[in-house]
């Protein structure tokens, strides 16, 4: 549904994320390999583009200055890698699910980039500050100019893979200055930008040192997307509190003057006040001497000044899973007689509880614990007919408050486990790893209730996945109403995770209830699911993105037409 037929097939979309969906890992031996990343962005935009077949830039997971693993076979041969055996260029692979191939540009960080701005202000400053500071955000300004540093190298790569009128869609927190950026080096493409977690309360959001600057780069976009509606609201009230523009209607008013004035490309911050003056006559001559405009560009700067302003468009698209794909896991041979086995090496308890997440401290998992430890201790669950099985990733563990949350949860898992575990049966089964996507199903599957308990979150798409593969629609879903997934799915349990009652409540009643009531509840989450999939989501937001682009090109797209 994209607004000129024409854009799909001769400008093949370009994605810009901070995590590609595969990363380069080292095993035991010290040598390195690929492996499939986690996390939702990954899980949500890989369909996409292996649909698309376009190209995807993205870090690798690895620092670019690690040391080289041992013999020749380290990396794929040839000397245009870097240390971790990663090709400095361009190359293409084939997709996991339909093997259709599309390109990786992979964009290196040296390691100390990896602790500054991935660990640092992209984990350490924007995370906890957009998840509602449930962790302590913290503000330091080297982490802050390693975040501009390599949001200009994004930008730069997204720059050379973008052909003339391409769409390029930056997505996440990790990238939040690239819109911009990117606008700076190329005003012909169209750019969409999508924020995966949460935006926070403008009294909340206020308190980055960098607030303005963020909102600047984000609004480069001519679309901003965002997980629920009151995300996009935030963002609206912090662009009219903290610049004073104009906002109306999912539009922002971009005034010109401002953007030439505030130029990125020179690379140095511009002092501005909330009244929004700034002083860069120098910045702008930076810019000018750097990139003399080409021909289009001049002609749009001339579009532009007619109206002085450019149209930033902003609104909530809700993320989705690829519905297809987790139902045929779920209708899978193979997957139903790895979850019956899953079933019989747990004990073949009558209900299996279960929680999957990464090992962050937005999830909850905390609480979920405390909730079913309490119900133990009180003796209204059993481990002779129940288990917990806790799937924990590992994530970002260079980061203190993920080491510290790792001690939390084991502790509390060991002391469930040491209070209530018999010689047979445990009452927690905890793990800590990475798994592959088939197992992961057959979790799902061998699950009666699934427990999503995160104190922000800003979709969830474990609920949704889990909905997706359980084709026998007797599962039930406990779902915390601080994820964007609660917006959708109306018919599953939603508890408020801080209070810990209301988890046990939900659990006693999910492992109490009927076989009818669990089919009423699933087939309908099942439809939201299936009509509101990754699909959907993607064309959604790239059908909107070529409206908004037309509008800020507007005559002159239809003179040529
Ligand atoms: P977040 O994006 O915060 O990690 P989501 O729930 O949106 O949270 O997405 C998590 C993704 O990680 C899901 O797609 C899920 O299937 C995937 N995943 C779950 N368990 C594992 C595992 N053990 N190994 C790798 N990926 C996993
Ligand atoms: C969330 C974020 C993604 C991120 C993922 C995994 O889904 O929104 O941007 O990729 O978590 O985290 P990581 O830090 O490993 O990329």
Not at 2 to 15: E, F, I, R, T, Y
Not at 74 to 103: K, Q
Not at 386 to 397: F, N, Q, Y
Request: glycine fraction near 10%; charged fraction near 25%.
């Amino acid at each position: 549904g994209s607004a000129d037929p024409d854009d799909g097939a001769s400008c093949p979309l370009v994605v810009v994320s901070n995590r590609l969906p595969v990363e380069r890992v080292r095993d035991q031996d010290g040598r390195w390999h690929w492996r499939a990343s986690s996390g939702g962005l990954v899980t949500a935009l890989e369909p996409v583009v292996e649909r698309t077949g376009g190209v995807w830039i993205g870090w690798p997971g690895t620092a670019s200055d690690s040391e080289r693993g041992p013999g020749p076979g380290s990396g794929s041969g040839g000397g245009d890698e870097d240390g971790a055996g990663i090709p400095t260029e361009p190359f293409e692979v084939a997709g996991p699910s339909t093997g259709r191939p599309f390109t990786i540009a992979p964009v290196p960080l040296t390691a100390e980039e990896v602790e500054r701005y991935y660990e640092g202000f992209s984990n350490g400053t924007l995370w906890p500050l957009y998840h509602d500071v449930i962790a302590q955000p913290e503000y330091h300004r080297i982490w802050w100019d390693a975040y501009k540093e390599v949001n200009h190298r994004f930008a730069q790569a997204a720059a050379e893979a973008a052909r003339p009128g391409s769409r390029v869609w930056i997505q996440d927190y990790q990238l939040q200055l690239v819109p911009r950026m990117l606008r700076e080096l190329r005003p012909d493409v169209s750019i969409g930008f999508f924020n995966h977690i949460p935006f926070p309360a403008p009294g909340i959001y206020a308190q980055l040192p960098w607030r303005q600057q963020i909102l600047r780069g984000l609004l480069g976009a001519d679309l901003v997307g965002f997980q629920r509606a009151g995300d996009a609201r935030n963002f609206a009230q912090a662009v009219r509190q903290l610049l004073g523009w104009t906002v109306h209607r999912g539009v922002v008013e971009v005034p010109l003057d401002d953007e030439a004035r505030t130029g990125w490309a020179a690379r140095r911050d511009t002092t501005v006040d909330l009244a929004g003056q700034s002083d860069a006559g120098r910045s702008a001559a930076l810019v000018a001497e750097e990139m003399p405009p080409t021909r289009s560009e001049r002609e749009e700067a001339g579009r532009e000044a007619g109206s002085g302003r450019r149209p930033s468009h902003f609104g909530a698209f809700p993320i989705s899973v690829d519905f297809a794909s987790w139902d045929a896991l779920g209708n899978d041979p193979e997957v139903r007689a790895r979850a019956s086995q899953i079933r019989h090496e747990l004990g073949s308890p009558r209900t299996v509880l279960l929680g999957v997440d990464r090992l962050d401290y937005t999830k909850g998992i905390s609480h979920r614990l405390k909730a079913y430890g309490e119900l133990l201790d009180e003796h209204r669950l059993d481990v002779g007919d129940t288990i917990l099985v806790e799937m924990a990733i590992p994530t970002r563990e260079g980061v203190s408050a993920y080491q510290d949350l790792r001690e939390e949860v084991e502790v509390a898992v060991s002391r469930i486990n040491g209070d209530h575990s018999t010689v047979g049966r445990s009452a927690v089964q905890y793990m800590h790893r990475n798994l592959p996507r088939r197992e992961v199903a057959a979790l799902y599957e061998a699950a009666d209730v699934l427990l999503v308990t995160s104190l922000r979150d800003g979709m969830n798409l474990v609920a949704k996945e889990y909905i997706a593969a359980s084709v026998d629609i007797d599962g039930v879903l406990i779902l915390s109403e601080f994820t964007g997934a609660a917006d959708e799915l109306r018919q599953a349990l939603i508890v408020n995770p801080h209070d810990v009652d209301a988890i046990k409540e939900a659990i006693v009643r999910a492992t109490r209830m009927s076989p009818r009531e669990r089919a009423r509840r699933m087939r309908q989450l099942r439809r939201t699911v299936r009509t509101h999939d990754v699909e959907a989501w993607s064309a959604g937001f790239l059908a909107e993105l070529d409206r908004a682009s037309a509008s800020r090109m507007g005559p002159w797209r239809r003179r040529e037409a």
